[in-house]
């Protein structure tokens, strides 16, 4: 994701010099042929987030279209002050890039675990809040974000398909995707774990279990329209966040669910369950940990469904 990032911000950059790139001492290496190539439209302010995000806010409001980079949560905690008084108070054409969501950097500890900042930029007003799934959303995600006026967060993180969902497929923020169709049950995901919902779906399918995967790229503005009618056609549905479980994907699903004239359906969540990540390991370990692998989405589908499946059976399907 943070390679389709680089390659389309260069693009945009090329084509429009009214784009400018700011970090907080990040990405050596990776951003070295961007500096290269466009030296007035990058600048490093070493590692002081909240002094980035006030340049951000001034260069924004003399007609700058700007993209602040930083781990995820130093461009959005460190900084909130200014992000929410300067930046999104004033509707400043920023897009804050958060690299390394989730457990990216499961490794480096608790400080690096990024699972509160959807719910905590999904409550300032006049953000768009953006996970995409795959390096293909993340291009798109780029692109539009900077022709949508004022502040958006955009979460990446490493790895992801390059190509689309399918031939046809077309990217548009607020509009989710569905990447799997399916009639029994609806898995809801955003960010990089939708591959753990895309195998878990596998799995279930198996079972003669059909599940509907769907990419919730946006969780503000969130599709209500998808969830609604997920919520007509499927039994149960369970929303897929590598986050806390508050706040987040969940729990904006939730309120769709409950304050629209939808039927009354079966709900679970897999996030993490409102706690710190105090276990370090890398991403696919902490996932697992934390119960938030498609094995956990499996066995929360079949609690959720009152299915039981025989345990020699459960073994072969979802070790």
């Known amino acids: 994701m943070r390679d389709a990032f680089v390659e389309k911000l260069t693009e945009l950059a090329e084509n429009d010099p009214s784009i400018m790139f700011i970090t907080a001492d990040l990405g050596f290496g990776v951003f070295t042929e961007y500096a290269k190539r466009f030296p007035k439209q990058y600048l490093n302010v070493g590692v002081a ?21 930083s781990i995820a949560n130093f461009a959005t905690l460190r900084c909130l002050e200014q992000i929410r008084n300067d930046a999104a108070y004033h509707n400043a054409n920023i897009t804050i890039v958060s690299s390394g969501g989730g457990f990216t950097y ?53 790895g992801g398909n ?13 509009k989710a995707i569905t990447v799997k169709n399916g009639n029994d049950i609806t898995l809801i995901s955003t960010g990089g774990i939708l591959t753990e919902s895309i195998l878990a779906a596998e799995k279930l399918s198996a079972q003669g279990i059909s599940a509907r995967v769907i990419s919730m790229h946006t969780v503000k503005p969130i599709d209500r329209a998808a969830i609604i009618k997920a919520a007509k056609e499927t039994k149960a549905i369970v929303t897929v966040e590598e986050h806390n479980i508050l706040g987040g994907l969940g729990s904006a699903v939730a309120e769709v669910l409950t304050l629209e004239d939808v039927p009354k359906i079966k ?32 066995n929360k589908v079949l609690s959720l469904i009152g299915k039981t499946i025989p345990a020699e059976s459960l073994r072969e399907t979802i070790i």
Not at 162 to 174: D, S
């Open 106 to 158: 499961g490794s480096l500890g608790m400080s690096h675990h990024a699972t509160e900042d959807i719910a905590i930029m999904r409550a300032l007003p006049n953000i768009a809040v953006v996970a995409p799934g795959t390096a293909w959303e993340t291009r798109y995600a780029t692109e539009q974000l900077t022709q949508r006026p004022g502040v958006g967060y955009l979460r990446i993180e490493k």
């Open 267 to 298: 709900f679970g969540q897999i996030g993490l369950k409102d706690q710190y990540s105090s276990v370090v390991g890398d991403q696919g370990y902490l996932r697992s940990f934390y119960q938030l692998d498609h094995t956990s989405i499996v």
């Open 49 to 69: 987030e909240q002094n980035m995000t006030g340049v951000a806010t001034g260069l924004a409001l003399e007609g700058r279209t700007i993209f602040t980079y």
């Open 162 to 174: 390059k190509e689309p969902h399918w031939a046809e497929c077309q990217f548009e923020l607020g």
